[in-house]
């Protein structure tokens, strides 16, 4: 870090991220709250000159202006005592674009071309709603983060505003710079743009984005060569190498929709916010992307068709009906109750005990001792047919006759050696 004091007002410097042409960041933690931050420290070398503060000071306006998670925050801005000035921005875990495409072999699946290119054409155009033109996209201010609601897994932020051109909503510049400064970077610069700053407007973001749609379909940009001129003049006189003989398994609406973005006639191409749209139907239209940086605290479910969808969703119900309509019928029908009727037993003599559990039998009034019972009789026996002696439509009831319940037939009666005739002991019938 060279000269640079070990803390930014109340944060602490832990190491340095990268440098650019304007400045060197750093990796540092707010002493209070612990927060991890990224700071922006402005090149000593630049810290006097007008043109580069005010762009510095630019950069912390601008993404402020817009409030939309696709553009990285800006948190606060300071001064070193005696230094240079500083932004404060969020610290991003992830890598940048460029570096993507330097692993993946120079291009990416179309599926993530298309998805990345369409969460840039969104930020951007809700930047152009507000008069801000970034006029320095490129792979290396394109940062890809996890995030775990985006179809891929990540969520592309842009970056570095530091050559934004800010306009009220009536197309009046805000913040001035040289207007005829060659600013950009040139295998990226629209041909507006090459042939100077002043005629630049918010379709130079558009071309931008073309070019760099095009690296990650074709593999290589759309114009190489060995110098920067040459470069800024094949952008403004030379048609690209067609997309189809880099990609040529390519859609042919896809193939015509990145031309367009790369026509020399900036009237030609689409809006940034007409471009959002129509990279999002291509989107659609691709299988599921395969997410880049899986997050195993979410699944990632895979996309249907409008008619698919239906299906799925009217065989669901159908289902549910026939659980519901089903528990309901096992409700309505309730089981039997098989009651089982306890055998009869004989009849023990007397003074004996019998060790096992006695049926069950229903209560019946007492009615008191009977002088002429045998003490002997057990009241388990069942005794024979009482003589037809009663009267028509009466039913005899005795204390030594078994109560059976109703439900259940009666048991059979057992065989009991017959009375003699001229027996004392014999009970008299009971009359009504």
Request: hydrophobic share 40%; charged share 25%; with cysteine.
């Amino acid at each position: 870090m060279g000269s640079l004091p070990a803390t930014l007002g109340p944060y602490r410097v832990v190491r340095q991220l990268g440098e650019g042409g304007m400045g060197v960041v750093f990796e540092a933690v707010h002493e209070n709250i612990h927060r991890r931050v990224a700071i922006k420290v402005l090149h000593a070398e630049f810290a006097r000159n007008p043109d580069v503060a005010t762009r510095f000071l630019n950069e912390a306006r601008a993404v402020n202006i817009v409030e939309h998670p696709g553009l990285v925050q800006v948190s606060d801005y300071g001064q070193v005592s005696d230094g240079p000035a500083y932004i404060v921005m969020e610290y991003l875990k992830g890598e940048t674009l460029a570096r993507r495409l330097e692993i993946s072999g120079g291009k990416l699946s179309t599926s993530d071309a298309l998805q990345i290119a369409w969460q840039i054409a969104d930020s951007l155009s809700a930047a152009h709603q507000k008069g801000i033109i970034h006029r320095d996209l490129k792979p290396q201010n394109i940062m890809l983060v996890p995030d775990s609601h985006m179809a891929i897994g990540e969520r592309a932020k842009v970056l570095d505003f530091g050559l934004a051109k800010v306009t009220d909503p009536k197309g009046h510049r805000l913040i001035k710079t040289s207007s005829n400064a060659v600013m950009g970077t040139p295998l990226y610069m629209s041909p507006e743009q090459c042939a100077g700053a002043g005629k630049v407007d918010m379709q130079t973001d558009v071309y931008s984005l073309g070019c760099m749609l095009y690296e990650m379909l074709g593999g290589r940009p759309p114009f190489i060569a060995e110098g920067a001129g040459q470069v800024l003049g094949m952008h403004m006189f030379k048609e690209p190498t067609p997309l189809e003989t880099l990609a040529p398994k390519l859609s042919s609406g896809l193939v015509e929709l990145v031309h367009r973005l790369l026509s020399k006639d900036r009237e030609a191409r689409p809006t940034m916010k007409e471009l959002a749209e129509q990279l999002e139907g291509l989107s659609a239209e691709m299988p599921a992307p395969a997410r880049s940086r899986p997050d195993r605290s979410s699944r990632e479910f895979p996309r249907r068709k409008p008619k698919q969808r239906l299906v799925v969703t009217a065989l669901v119900l159908l289902g549910a009906a026939l659980g519901v309509l089903g528990w309901h019928l096992n409700r309505s029908v309730e089981p039997r109750r098989v009651e089982t009727v306890p055998k009869p037993t004989a009849a023990l003599p007397a003074g004996s005990t019998d060790a096992r559990p006695s049926p069950p039998v229903e209560e019946v009034p007492d009615l008191g001792p009977r002088a002429d019972t045998p003490p002997a009789l057990d009241k388990r026996a069942v005794l024979p047919k009482r003589p037809a002696a009663l009267r028509p439509g009466k039913i005899a009831a005795r204390r030594d006759e078994p109560v059976v319940s109703p439900r259940a037939p009666a048991p059979a009666p057992r065989s009991m050696p017959s009375p003699s005739p001229k027996s004392s002991n014999e009970p008299p019938p009971i009359e009504d």
